[in-house]
């Protein structure tokens, strides 16, 4: 091929002269439509390969008034709580031949505009909201005419859309009562400011009350961040309020918190407990060997696809709301309390 046909595009015209057929006949087999012969099949998709042929989605969309795309707004792209709940977007997704785009809405959107503006330039199929997005009249009026779910998030109501999330009060009440079962009374939480972090908070209350624990209560709040939960802990301790345990709303505040422990020598698990939220890549590394409760992200994950696919047959189906139970993985930070609070119990 000379230079100037390296730098057009084959076309499905091309495909068709190569292969010795008709274009409509390669439509059909880029279809996998099952009425074309077995020859006439492999001597277009041999023309396919021979050509680098890739089919345009745009024409493909005009075509058939789907793009085959689900855009999926995410919160904060570092937080890796999100990577198991892809996994099991994508396993569903995926095997109906769905492709994934992500967005971050602080990188996604122009000055002024919607973050869910690029995706509805896209005309995505369908939409994934997660995390801590906030609603706006684009997104409202988005999630009316387009098929979406929303994963995680508690503040943000949209007219049409399914929710699935984590059962994040079950969640923090398990981190709690495993504290409480090995003798901890002096429970510290660090909080911060999101939906499903005021709920493991309010949790957090109600399991320290109805154990009688109300006068070590200590909610800290923080901004999620490693260097906040190392500082959180960091005051308590520097301030000789040290508490016996420390129940964190994510793995990161977990991970500063365990950070803060260390840098004054002070022993996880045997002189302090630390549980985190989410079950990241991060509790699971050997060298910390964080406990922390499950939110079953993967599994959210899946039947938020599977929410998504019905509503998309069904754009009118009622909408539904489901919580699935999380789980408490116990690992290394977690031990029987070492020293009696304050009180002598």
């Known amino acids: 091929m000379n230079s100037q046909g390296a730098a057009r595009r084959p076309t499905i015209e091309d495909v068709a002269r190569e292969a010795g057929v008709s274009r409509a006949l390669v439509s059909l087999v880029l279809r996998g439509s099952p009425k074309v012969s077995e020859p006439k099949r492999q001597a277009v998709a041999d023309a396919v390969a021979a050509l680098d ?12 008034g789907r793009t085959r795309i689900v855009g999926v ?21 995926g095997e109906r031949n ?23 330039e896209m005309r995505v ?13 684009d997104l409202t009026r988005a999630a009316t ?40 009374r002096d429970i510290a939480f660090l909080t911060a400011p999101t939906g499903p972090a005021a709920v493991r908070a309010a949790s957090y209350r109600e399991t320290m009350e109805r154990h009688g624990l109300q006068e070590y209560i200590r909610v800290l709040q ?25 129940f964190a709303t994510n793995d990161i505040l977990a991970v500063g918190a365990l950070a803060a422990a260390n840098a004054r020598s002070i022993d996880v698990p045997g002189e302090l ?41 069904e754009p009118a189906r009622p ?27």
Do not use: C
């Open 222 to 246: 923080t901004d999620m961040t490693e260097q906040a939960g190392y500082e959180a802990l960091g005051r308590l301790i520097d301030g000789g309020k040290s508490p016996t345990a420390v």
């Open 73 to 93: 707004l995410l919160d904060d792209l570092a937080n890796p709580w999100f990577v198991d709940l892809l996994d099991g977007l994508q396993s569903v997704l």
């Open 125 to 137: 199929d369908g939409l994934v909201i997660a995390g801590e997005i906030r609603a706006d009249d």
């Open 53 to 64: 042929y890739r089919p345009s989605n745009a024409a493909r969309s005009l075509a058939s």
């Open 145 to 184: 005419h387009t098929p979406a779910v929303v994963v995680g998030a508690r503040a943000l109501e949209l007219p049409a859309a399914d929710r699935v999330s984590n059962d994040d009060a079950d969640g923090a009440r398990q981190a709690v009562e495993h504290l409480i079962g090995l003798g901890h």
């Open 273 to 313: 407990s630390i549980v985190g939220y989410d079950n990241t890549y991060l509790a699971a590394m050997g060298h910390l060997s964080l406990s922390t409760v499950d939110p079953v992200s993967r599994d959210v994950g899946v039947r938020a696809a599977h929410l998504l696919l019905d509503r998309m047959a």
């Open 98 to 120: 769905l492709r994934m785009v992500l967005g971050d809405p602080r990188y996604l959107a122009r000055p002024g505009e919607s973050p869910v503006s690029p995706f509805m």
């Open 319 to 345: 909408q539904r709301n489901e919580r699935l139970k999380p789980r408490l993985v116990v690992r290394k930070t977690t031990a029987p309390a070492a020293r009696p609070s304050a009180d002598g119990d």
